[in-house]
C-alpha cells in the first residue's frame, strides 16, 4: 500500500526452537483437551477497508451482485440491498493463511450462483501451493481443490486482470493462468487440474499470464514476461490451441498488459498495459482497443505518461483497471497507476476512446464514514493504486475503484464515497484495551498507525493519529498505573515517536529522538508511573541495535548498553524500577530493577531462533511473567524471570493476553491465540490456565492470528484478536 517492497504486510516464515528446559516444578497439571466451547459472538471492529482491494467483479446477469478480492484478506460479496460485503474466507484456519490472499475470482455468466476463487498469498517455496475454491451459494459454503502449484496474490502484478475465467463456450471448463506454470484447464467445474500447452514459455521468477477476458466465443490471454517486442497477448477460438494476436502493440508503454475488458456492442477489446506489473514500479503506459473482428488496433491512451506537473515533477505513472459500460456501447473507463506526483484518476470516454474526460478534477469525495483516508492532511486523496475498477452493469453512473486503503464508489459520475462497509483488510501489529477511559481499544496497524477506537462499530472519529503520522505503527505502550498516559513508534516522515496524556486521543511528538529512530523505530514500553520509556530498534532488514532510555518524556535519550539488542521491552505493571526483555537470540530472560538503567540475565536454557516470541506481564502483579514459544509451549515466571516453569495445560502458545476475571475467580481470564491439542485457535482459562476453552469456532478463524491479542479489563469475556489481513475482531460470550 505505501511501500515498494514484495509485501506490504509482514511475511510469515521462521521455524521455532527446541524446547526448553523447565526449572521449577509446574504448577499446572497435565494437558488436556479444551473443554466445551462457550458460544461467543464475533464481530469486526470497524475501520473501513485500510488494504488493498485488488479486483472488483460485477456479476453481468445480477442486478446488485458482486465480488471483491484482496491481497491478504480474503474475498467479499457485495449485496446491493444492505449496501455492505460479506466476508467469504473467514472460515480459513491457521495452517491456510497463505490462502487469505485471493488471485482472482471468476464468476458463471449462465449460472449466477456459482463462483471461483483461486488463492495463494506467495508463490515462493516456504508459502505452500495454492488452491482453487468453487461454490454453488455464492461463496455461502465451498468446495476445495488443492493445487500443486504456488500461486501470488500479494506479490507485483496482484492488481493484474483475473487470471481465472469460465469458458464462454462451455460452463463446466475454467481457464487458470499463473505466475511461474503456465497455463491450466479444468473440464469438470473446478474439480481437477491439468497443465495445457501454451505459446509462450514460463520462467520461475516471472509474471507469467495476468489476465484472462471471454470475448464473445474465444478467450484471450494477457503474458507478463514479455520484452516488449515479443507477443504479450494470445487467444484461443477452439479451446484447444492458442496464438498471438497479430499486429499488437510493442514498446515499454504496452510491454505488460495488466487489464482487458469487451464491448460485445462495438466487438472491441480495450487493454491497459504499463512498463511493470505494478502496483509499484510503473513508469509509463498505455491503452489500446482491438477491433476482434477485423484485428485493427487503436491507440486510445488518454494521456501519455513522462509530462511535467505544475511543479515541475515527472508525471509518470501507468495505466491499471478498465471497465466497459454494459448499457452504453462505446463507453469506457480506465484508471491510471502509481501516479504519485499528480495522483492518480479515472478517464472516462462516451465515444469509443477518442476523447476521454478525467473525473477526478469534478470528484467531490466525502470520507466522513471512514475520517482515517485523509491521512492526516486536509483531504483525502481520489486515488492510488488504482487497479480494482468496475462499472455496474444495471447503472452506468454507478463505478467503483479501488486504492491502497479503501473502494471509493459513485453514483453520479461527481460525488464518491467510500463503498467499503463490512470489508475490513487492516494488518494489525499490536492492541491495547484500556483499564478506564472512553475506548476499550486502541490499536497499532500496518500502513495506517495507530487508532483510537471510541466505538467499535464505527471508524474512530479522529482517524488516524498525527502529530505526527506514522504509515506503520511499530510500538504503542500504555502505562499500568497511570492509563492516561500512552506512548507510540513507528514509521513516519515528521517524527517516529510520541506521547498522549490523553489515553491516545491527542498527540504531541517526542521533543527528540536518537537517529536510529527514522529507519529502524522499533517496540516502546513505559514503566508503570509513566517516568521512564525504553526504546528499541529493529531495521527492516532485521539489524538490532541497543535500546535507549528516557526520563524526561523523550526530551533525551541514552543508550542501554546491557540490554539484548532488538529485543521487545516489557514493563512491570506494579514496580515502576522493573523491566523485562526476552533475548530470543540466546532464550535468557533479561530484567533490570534500576528503571531501565541497566540489564541483567536472569533464567537461561529457554526457546531461542524465533524473533516471534512473545513476553507479557500478569496486571496488578510484579514478577508475574508468562512466555509464549509457538510450538515450544506456555512458561511462567513468578520471581521476576529468575525462573521459569513450562505449563503442560497448552500444547502451543503464540500469544497471550489477560482481561477481566470471571465471577468468584481469583485470577484474572487468560486468553491465548495457541493449541491445547491439534487445533490452533482462541483459547480461554478462567483458573489460571489449569483448563482451557476454545471460544472461537470453525467459521472464524481468520487465518494467521499470532501477532497480537488483548483482553478487555472490564468486561468479562471480551476479547480482541490481530488478524493479518482481517482486521481486528472481537467476540464476546452470548
Avoid at 524465533?610 to 511473567?625: C, E, H, K, M
Wanted: hydrophobic share 35%; glycine share 12%.
Amino acid at each position: 500500500m505505501l511501500t515498494s517492497r514484495l509485501s506490504r504486510r509482514a511475511v510469515l516464515a521462521g521455524t521455532a526452537a527446541a524446547a526448553a528446559l523447565t526449572t521449577v516444578p509446574s504448577l499446572q497439571g497435565r494437558a488436556e483437551a479444551a473443554s466445551v466451547s462457550p458460544t461467543y459472538r464475533w464481530r469486526t471492529a470497524v475501520i473501513g477497508g485500510t488494504g488493498f482491494v485488488t479486483g472488483v467483479l460485477f456479476h453481468p446477469t445480477v442486478r446488485g451482485l458482486a465480488y471483491a478480492r484482496t491481497d491478504i484478506g480474503g474475498a467479499y460479496r457485495w449485496d446491493d440491498r444492505s449496501a455492505r460485503w460479506t466476508p467469504l474466507n473467514d472460515d480459513l484456519g491457521w495452517d491456510d493463511w497463505n490462502l487469505l490472499g485471493v488471485e482472482a475470482i471468476a464468476v458463471d455468466p449462465a449460472h449466477p450462483n456459482r463462483v471461483y476463487l483461486s488463492l495463494g498469498a506467495y508463490a515462493q517455496s516456504w508459502a505452500g501451493n495454492g488452491a482453487v475454491l468453487r461454490s454453488e451459494d455464492r461463496g455461502a459454503t465451498w468446495a476445495r481443490t488443492d493445487l500443486t502449484v504456488e500461486l501470488g496474490g500479494n506479490e507485483d502484478g496482484r492488481g493484474a486482470g483475473e487470471r481465472l475465467l469460465v469458458d464462454p463456450r462451455d460452463s463446466d471448463t475454467l481457464w487458470l493462468g499463473t505466475r511461474h506454470d503456465g497455463l491450466l484447464k479444468s473440464t469438470d467445474r473446478g474439480v481437477t487440474w491439468k497443465a495445457v500447452s501454451f505459446p509462450a514459455t514460463p520462467s520461475a521468477t516471472g509474471q507469467g499470464i495476468t489476465l484472462l477476458v471471454a470475448v464473445g466465443r474465444s478467450v484471450y490471454a494477457g503474458w507478463g514476461d514479455s520484452d516488449g517486442t515479443a507477443a504479450n497477448l494470445y487467444r484461443t477460438v477452439d479451446g484447444a490451441t492458442w496464438e498471438a494476436v497479430p499486429a499488437q502493440p510493442s514498446g515499454a508503454a504496452a510491454k505488460v498488459p495488466i487489464r482487458a475488458a469487451y464491448d460485445c456492442h462495438t466487438r472491441e477489446l480495450y487493454v491497459t498495459y504499463a512498463n511493470a506489473p505494478g502496483p509499484n514500479g510503473q513508469s509509463d503506459g498505455s491503452v489500446h482497443k482491438l477491433a476482434t473482428a477485423s484485428g485493427k488496433w487503436t491507440d486510445v491512451t488518454p494521456v501519455k505518461p513522462g509530462g511535467t506537473t505544475s511543479d515541475g515533477s515527472a508525471d509518470t505513472f501507468g495505466y491499471g483497471g478498465v471497465a466497459v459500460d454494459a448499457r452504453r456501447p462505446g463507453t469506457v473507463v480506465v484508471s491510471t497507476n502509481n501516479r504519485w506526483a499528480a495522483v492518480d484518476t479515472l478517464y472516462r470516454s462516451t465515444n469509443g476512446g477518442r476523447t476521454w474526460t478525467s473525473l477526478k478534477e469534478s470528484a467531490v469525495l466525502d470520507v466522513s464514514e471512514t475520517p482515517f483516508l485523509t491521512f492526516g492532511a486536509d483531504a483525502p486523496k481520489f486515488g492510488w493504486w488504482i487497479q480494482a475498477l468496475a462499472v455496474d452493469p444495471y447503472d452506468s453512473k454507478h463505478i467503483v475503484h479501488g486504492t491502497g486503503a479503501t473502494l471509493y464508489g459513485t453514483r453520479d459520475l461527481k460525488h464518491w464515497a467510500p463503498q467499503i462497509r463490512g470489508l475490513e483488510e487492516t494488518s494489525v501489529r499490536m492492541l491495547i484495551s484500556p483499564p478506564t477511559g472512553e475506548a476499550h481499544l486502541l490499536s497499532g496497524l500496518g500502513d495506517v498507525g495507530v487508532m483510537y477506537h471510541e466505538r467499535l462499530t464505527a471508524s474512530p472519529s479522529r482517524g488516524m493519529a498525527s502529530n505526527p503520522v506514522f504509515g506503520s505503527a511499530t510500538g504503542l505502550a500504555q502505562a499500568a498505573g497511570r492509563p492516561a498516559y500512552v506512548v507510540r513508534t513507528g514509521f513516519g516522515d515528521h517524527g517516529n515517536g510520541a506521547f498522549s496524556n490523553d489515553g491516545g486521543k491527542s498527540w504531541a511528538p517526542f521533543a527528540a529522538q536518537p537517529a536510529l529512530a527514522k529507519d529502524a523505530p522499533g517496540p516502546i514500553a513505559t514503566n508503570s508511573d509513566g517516568s521512564v520509556l525504553l526504546w528499541t530498534f529493529v531495521h527492516w532488514d532485521g539489524t538490532k541495535y541497543p535500546a535507549q532510555r528516557s526520563t524526561d518524556n523523550g526530551a533525551s535519550w541514552s543508550e542501554v548498553s546491557t540490554y539484548p539488542k532488538g529485543a521487545t521491552p516489557l514493563a512491570d505493571p506494579a514496580d515502576p524500577t522493573r523491566f523485562y526483555a526476552y533475548d530470543t537470540d540466546t532464550g535468557t530472560l533479561f530484567a533490570s530493577t534500576d528503571g531501565g538503567l541497566t540489564f541483567t540475565g536472569r533464567a537461561s536454557g529457554l526457546p531461542s531462533g524465533d524473533s516471534q516470541f512473545q513476553l507479557t506481564a500478569a496486571p496488578g502483579r510484579s514478577g508475574d511473567l508468562w512466555l509464549s514459544t509457538k510450538t515450544n509451549g506456555l512458561y511462567r515466571s513468578t520471581d521476576g524471570g529468575a525462573t521459569f516453569t513450562k505449563l503442560t495445560s497448552c500444547r502451543a502458545s503464540h500469544t497471550l493476553a489477560f482481561g477481566k476475571a470471571a465471577k468468584g475467580a481469583d485470577h484474572p481470564a487468560i486468553y491465548m491465540v495457541g493449541a491445547t491439542e491439534a487445533i490452533t485457535g482462541v483459547y480461554r482459562s478462567d483458573d489460571g490456565a489449569k483448563t482451557w476453552v476454545r471460544v472461537n469456532d470453525d467459521r472464524h478463524q481468520w487465518g494467521w492470528i499470532g501477532a497480537t491479542i488483548a483482553a478487555d479489563p472490564r468486561l468479562y469475556g471480551r476479547v480482541y484478536i490481530a488478524t493479518n489481513g482481517r482486521g481486528i475482531q472481537y467476540g464476546e460470550p452470548v
